[in-house]
C-alpha cells in the first residue's frame, strides 16, 4: 500500500482540513495523498429532480421485491408440503417445490442485485478518477538499501563464514523435509499380483447378480447375461464381471490363439471390463456380435474373440474358460489367464 | 442524524486506535479501477466461488462421505431395499429427505459449472488483449493453477456421490492412474488403498474437495487479487490513458456497489438454475456398480473434452521388454500436461519470441496481433473439436450419424480445423487492421453518393480529423476503435438514454459533451 511517490510532497495538513466540506477533504486528500484525481462527476439525477424521484423509486421496488421474496422463501421453505410421495396426488407439491424456493431466492437476490445496480447507475454520479503508476520496481534507494539489509543479516547469522553450520543445517533442513514427507508412506501399498488376478477359479459358478447359478439352457440364442464367479463377495468384484453370451446359430468363432476349447457348446464367456479404460462394456449387438463400451466407444467383435475391431482399445477382451459341472451348472475351469481391464506398466 | 455520525466517529475511532488502518482504508477506497465488462469476468469466478464455499458447507452438513454399506431406506421409492453406500444414500437424503436440500446442492453443481466457466472465458479475455504481459507473468501462472485447480476440485466433487455416473468416472481416473509408465500400478494403489473401488477413495476425495483444495483456491485467489492490487489493473486505450495512468471509478464507492451487485445477480442466476433447471439427478443414474454402466456417460462440461481425446486417440499400445504404455496415458496425461504446461508458459515464450521487455499497462485489439488471436482461436478449435468428441454418442444417436463416422469427424477434425481456425482469424484480423486504417485515412462512409461532372460516381467520406493536400486523413491509429458509422462522431451528440422513458436530461448530455471537450482539450466546436 505505501508505493506513495516520495518525491511528491505531502503538503496536506490537518490544519488545512479546518475549512473544508467532506467533500474537499476527500478530493484534496486522494490529490494530494493518494494520487488520485477525479477527473470529473456527472450527476446522472439530482436529488430534487423528477428524474432523481422516478430512479429512486425503482431502486425502492427493487429492494421491496428482496424483501417479499424473502417472506415468499421462508412461508415455502416452512409450510410445503414438500415430502416426496410418487402417485400421490401432493407430488405435484413435492415437484413444484424445488422451483418455487429458487425462484424465490433468485428474485431475493435478483431484487437487491438490480437495485444496487440502478442505484449506482441512476442515483450516484458518474465520476472519471484517474490514478497515476509509479513504476513496477521499488525506487533505486530501496532496492539497494534492502539488498545491503539482507546481505548484512546474512553475514550476521554467519552462515557464509561458518562452514561447518552451513552444511549441517543443510543436512538437518533436509532431513526435515524427509520428515514431513515420510509419514505418507503410509499411503503407498504394494501393487503384488493384485491387478493380475480376479475372485474366478476353478470350479466357481457362474452366477447372476442375484446370486442365481447359470445352466445351459437359461439362454436364449443371442442372448448376454452378466455374471460372476459364485464365490464370497463375487458379486461385488469390480473385476470380475463377465459376459455370458449364448451365439446364434451360425455364428462361427475364429478362436485367438490358445483360447481354442475356452467356450462351452454355443457359450462363451468374457470379461466385461473393457481393456481400455475399464468401464463395463454393456451393449451388445446381437446381430453383428459386436460389443461396444458405452464410455469411449471401443468395439469388440465376439466372433474374433472379442477382438477390438474399432476404437481406442487395443486388446482383446480376455475370455473367462468354462464348462458344465456335474450338476448342470457353469462353472470356470480357472481364472482368466491374463490380466483383465486396462493396460498398465507391468502387464506384459 | 448527528447521533449516527457519532457514533460512527467513535466507532471508527476504537478501531483506528487499534487497528491504525485509517491511511490504508482512504488509499484503499480511493483506489481507480477502470470500468470495462470484460474487467468483470474474473468476478464472476470470485463470486462463484463464494457461492460454492456457502453452499459446500451447508452440504457437508449432511453429506456421509463413507463408502460403508446400507440398505437405503428413505423418501425415494424406487431404490428403497437397495444396498449403497452412506455417500450415495445421504446423498439422496440431501435431495429428498432434507427440507431445501435439493435446492442448495443444485445451486453447488451450477455454481462449480460456472467457476470453471468464468475462469475459462477470463482467461480468454486475458489472453487476447495481451494482459498477461509484463509485468503480470505471475498473475497468469496463479490463474491457470487456479484453472487446474478448479478442474480438480470439480471432479473430486462430483466424485462424491458414489452414484453410477460418478464411480464410472472414477474407473476411467483409476485406468488413466494405471497408465502412467513404470509407477501407475504404485499411484493408483496410493490414491485408492487397495484394488479399484476399495473403501477409502470418497472419504480421501471428499477431505481434498472440502479443506485441501479449496484452501489452495482460497490462498491462489488471495494472492491473485494481491497482485491486481499492486499491479494496478490494465485498461483498453483511449482518450487520456496512458501506461502511466489508470482511469475509472474509484473502489468505494463506485466499484464496490458495482461488484456487489454482480455478486447478487450472479448468486441469483444460480439459485434460479438450481431451483428450476435440475442437474446432476444421482436418483436416475443408481448407486455406483462396477459391472454396470449407462449409454451417454458424460463427465461435466471441463472434463469433457479429456473425454473427447480419448474417444479419439488411435488403438495404439506399447509394448517393450515386457512392459506396456497403454494408449490411455497419451491423451489423458500427456496432452493436458503439455497444453497446460503451453499455457502456463506462454507469457515467457511470446516475450522471448517478440523479444518484448518492456512493462504493459494498456491492453490491445485482438485484431492488432493476429499471430496471438489466431493461436488463441486455433487453441478453442481444438478444444471444441474435443469436447464435441467427448458427446460424439449423443450427437450420433441424435443426429442418426454413425457413431464411428463421429470418431473419424473428430479425428481428422482435430488435425484440420485449427489450421483453418488460424489462418481464418488471421486473415480476419489483417482485414479489420486494413478496415481501421482504411477509415482513418479516407473518413467514414457517408452514404452520400455523387456524381462527378465526367459521370463518375463517388461516395463521399467524411474525414475524422485534419487531412493533408491529398486530402488523406492524418491521425494516427492509437489501438482503440475506430468509428465506422457517421453516427458514432456525429456533431449533433449521443442519443438520450434509457429504454422505455428517458433516464437524463437532455440538457445534462449537453453538459457532459462539453466536460469531455474541456477534457480533451478542444475547442468548444471541433467542427469550427
Redesign the interface.
Known amino acids: 500500500?505505501s508505493d506513495r511517490d516520495p518525491s511528491r510532497s505531502r503538503d496536506l495538513t490537518v490544519d488545512d482540513l479546518e475549512e473544508m466540506s467532506d467533500s474537499e477533504r476527500f478530493r484534496a486528500?486522494?490529490a494530494q495523498?493518494?494520487d488520485?484525481h477525479?477527473?470529473?462527476v456527472?450527476?446522472?439525477?439530482p436529488p430534487d429532480?423528477k428524474?432523481g424521484r422516478r430512479?429512486e423509486r425503482k431502486v425502492a421496488a427493487c429492494f421491496l421485491l428482496t424483501f417479499v421474496s424473502v417472506v415468499a422463501f421462508i412461508v415455502i421453505?416452512v409450510a410445503w408440503p414438500?415430502?416426496?410421495?410418487?402417485g400421490d396426488h401432493s407430488f405435484f407439491a413435492y415437484w413444484t417445490y424445488?422451483?418455487?424456493?429458487?425462484?424465490c431466492?433468485?428474485?431475493?437476490?435478483?431484487g437487491?442485485?438490480?437495485?444496487?445496480?440502478l442505484?449506482?447507475k441512476?442515483l450516484?454520479p458518474?465520476?472519471?478518477?484517474?490514478?497515476?503508476?509509479h513504476?513496477?520496481r521499488s525506487d533505486e534507494l530501496d532496492r539497494q538499501t534492502t539488498a545491503a539489509t539482507m546481505r548484512d543479516a546474512l553475514v550476521t547469522t554467519g552462515l557464509p563464514r561458518r562452514k561447518l553450520l552451513r552444511r549441517s543445517l543443510g543436512l538437518a533442513g533436509g532431513a526435515m523435509g524427509l520428515l514431513a514427507v515420510v509419514p505418507l508412506g503410509g499411503?503407498?501399498?504394494?501393487?503384488k499380483r493384485?491387478?493380475f488376478t480376479t475372485p474366478w477359479k476353478e470350479g466357481a459358478r457362474l452366477v447372476r447378480?442375484d446370486g442365481v447359478p447359470m445352466r445351459p439352457q437359461d439362454m436364449e440364442p443371442g442372448a448376454l447375461e452378466?455374471v460372476?464367479p459364485g464365490v464370497p463377495g463375487g458379486?461385488k468384484?469390480?473385476?470380475a464381471?463377465t459376459m455370458l453370451i449364448r451365439l446364434r446359430p451360425g455364428q462361427q468363432i475364429a478362436s485367438r490363439k490358445g483360447q481354442e476349447g475356452f467356450g462351452w457348446g454355443d457359450y462363451v464367456a468374457f470379461s466385461?471390463?473393457c481393456t481400455?479404460?475399464?468401464?463395463?462394456v454393456?451393449?451388445y449387438e446381437q446381430q453383428t456380435g459386436r460389443i461396444?463400451c458405452?464410455?469411449?466407444?471401443?468395439?469388440f467383435d465376439v466372433t474374433l474373440d472379442a477382438k477390438?475391431v474399432?476404437?481406442?482399445?487395443?486388446?482383446p477382451l480376455p475370455m473367462l474358460p468354462i464348462t458344465v459341472d456335474s450338476e448342470g451348472f457353469f462353472v470356470a475351469r480357472s481364472d482368466y489367464r491374463e490380466a483383465i481391464?486396462?493396460?498398465?506398466?507391468?502387464?506384459? | 442524524m448527528s447521533q449516527n455520525a457519532n457514533i460512527a466517529d467513535q466507532t471508527a475511532n476504537w478501531a483506528d486506535e487499534r487497528l491504525g488502518a485509517a491511511?490504508?482504508l482512504?488509499?484503499?477506497a480511493?483506489?481507480?479501477f477502470p470500468t470495462h465488462w470484460s474487467f468483470m469476468l474474473g468476478e464472476i469466478a470470485l463470486y462463484s466461488f463464494l457461492i460454492l464455499v456457502l453452499t459446500g458447507t451447508y452440504l457437508t452438513l449432511f453429506f456421509d462421505a463413507s463408502m460403508a454399506e446400507v440398505r437405503y431406506n428413505g423418501?425415494?421409492?424406487?431404490l428403497r431395499g437397495i444396498e449403497m453406500s452412506r455417500a450415495y444414500s445421504s446423498t439422496l437424503n440431501i435431495s429428498?429427505d432434507v427440507?431445501?436440500g435439493?435446492?442448495i446442492r443444485?445451486?453447488h453443481h451450477w455454481a462449480a459449472l460456472l467457476f470453471v466457466a468464468a475462469i475459462v472465458v477470463h482467461l480468454l479475455r486475458t489472453f487476447f488483449t495481451g494482459a498477461f504481459r509484463k509485468?503480470r507473468e505471475l498473475n497468469w501462472l496463479l490463474g491457470v493453477g487456479l484453472l487446474v485447480m478448479g478442474l480438480l476440485e470439480g471432479f473430486a466433487g462430483y466424485s462424491l456421490p458414489d452414484d453410477l455416473l460418478s464411480g464410472?468416472g472414477l474407473?476411467?481416473a483409476?485406468?488413466?492412474m494405471?497408465?502412467?509408465?513404470?509407477?501407475?500400478?504404485?499411484v493408483?494403489?496410493?490414491v485408492f488403498?487397495?484394488?479399484?473401488?476399495g473403501t477409502e477413495i470418497v472419504g480421501r476425495l471428499y477431505i481434498a474437495h472440502v479443506l485441501l483444495v479449496p484452501g489452495i483456491i482460497f490462498a491462489l485467489i488471495a494472492l491473485h487479487l494481491a497482485l491486481v492490487v499492486k499491479?494496478?489493473h490494465t485498461q483498453f486505450p483511449g482518450r487520456?490513458r496512458t501506461?502511466?495512468?489508470?482511469?475509472?471509478?474509484?473502489m468505494i464507492?463506485?466499484f464496490a456497489?458495482?461488484g456487489?451487485?454482480?455478486?447478487?445477480?450472479?448468486?441469483?442466476?444460480l439459485?434460479?438454475?438450481?431451483?428450476?433447471a435440475q442437474i446432476n439427478p444421482i436418483w436416475l443414474y443408481g448407486p455406483y456398480n462396477?459391472?454396470?454402466?449407462?449409454?451417454?456417460?458424460q463427465p461435466d462440461w471441463y472434463i469433457g473434452w479429456l473425454?473427447g481425446s480419448?474417444?479419439?486417440?488411435?488403438?495404439?499400445?506399447i509394448h517393450a521388454f515386457?512392459?506396456?504404455?497403454?494408449?490411455?496415458f497419451w491423451p489423458t496425461i500427456v496432452m493436458p500436461g503439455v497444453i497446460f504446461t503451453l499455457l502456463a508458459l506462454y507469457p515467457f515464450i511470446e516475450a522471448k519470441l517478440t523479444r518484448d521487455k518492456a512493462?504493459h499497462?494498456l491492453l490491445q485489439r485482438p485484431r492488432d496481433v493476429p499471430v496471438r488471436t489466431g493461436l488463441g482461436a486455433m487453441s478453442i478449435a481444438f478444444y471444441l473439436v474435443l469436447l464435441m468428441s467427448g458427446g460424439?454418442?449423443l450427437i450420433a444417436a441424435e443426429f442418426d450419424i454413425s457413431?464411428?463416422a463421429m470418431?473419424w469427424i473428430g479425428r481428422i477434425g482435430l488435425l484440420v480445423a485449427p489450421p483453418i481456425a488460424y489462418w481464418v482469424t488471421y486473415r480476419i484480423c489483417l482485414g479489420l487492421q486494413r478496415h481501421d486504417r482504411e477509415v482513418l485515412e479516407h473518413g467514414v462512409e457517408t452514404g452520400i453518393v455523387k456524381r462527378l461532372p465526367h459521370g463518375e460516381y463517388i461516395e463521399v467520406h467524411q474525414p475524422l480529423g485534419p487531412v493533408d493536400e491529398h486530402g488523406h486523413g492524418t491521425l494516427e491509429y492509437a489501438g482503440t476503435g475506430v468509428p465506422k458509422r457517421l453516427n458514432q462522431v456525429s456533431g449533433l451528440g449521443r442519443a438520450i438514454r434509457g429504454f422505455f422513458s428517458p433516464?437524463?436530461?437532455p440538457a445534462?448530455i449537453e453538459?457532459?459533451q462539453e466536460?469531455e471537450r474541456e477534457?480533451a482539450g478542444r475547442p468548444k466546436d471541433p467542427q469550427s
Not at chain 1, 456527472?42 to 439525477?45: R, T, W
Not at chain 2, 480419448?310 to 499400445?317: D, G
Not at chain 2, 515386457?322 to 490411455?328: E, F, G, K, R, W
Request: with cysteine; hydrophobic share 45%; aromatic share 10%.
Open positions: 500500500m486528500a486522494a495523498l493518494d488520485v477525479v477527473l470529473s456527472h450527476n446522472p439525477a429532480s428524474l430512479a421453505f414438500w415430502e416426496f410421495s410418487p424445488t422451483p418455487a424456493l429458487g425462484i431466492m433468485a428474485l431475493a437476490l435478483f437487491l442485485g438490480a437495485g444496487i445496480v442505484w449506482g441512476l450516484m458518474h465520476e472519471e478518477a484517474v490514478e497515476y503508476r513504476g513496477n499411503l503407498i501399498k504394494n501393487p493384485a491387478l447378480y452378466t460372476f458379486t468384484s469390480a473385476d464381471a466385461k471390463i481400455h479404460a475399464g468401464c463395463p454393456s451393449l461396444l458405452p464410455c469411449h466407444q471401443s468395439q477390438p474399432f476404437g481406442p482399445a487395443t486388446r481391464g486396462p493396460s498398465f506398466w507391468e502387464r506384459p | 491511511g490504508a482512504r488509499k484503499t480511493n483506489k481507480v423418501s425415494y421409492t424406487p429428498f427440507r431445501g435439493l435446492v443444485q445451486i509485468p464410472t474407473r476411467i483409476s485406468a488413466i494405471l497408465s502412467i509408465p513404470v509407477v501407475g500400478t504404485w493408483y494403489f496410493l488403498g487397495t484394488e479399484f473401488p499491479n494496478k487520456g501506461e502511466r495512468n489508470v482511469v475509472g471509478v474509484r464507492p463506485f456497489t458495482k456487489g451487485g454482480l455478486f447478487m445477480v450472479v448468486f441469483a442466476m439459485a434460479l438454475l438450481g431451483g428450476v462396477p459391472a454396470q454402466v449407462s449409454a451417454g456417460s473425454d480419448t474417444r479419439l486417440w488411435p488403438s495404439w499400445e515386457n512392459h506396456t504404455i497403454s494408449p490411455l512493462h499497462h460424439n454418442d457413431l464411428n470418431t433516464i437524463e436530461e445534462a453538459q457532459e466536460r477534457l
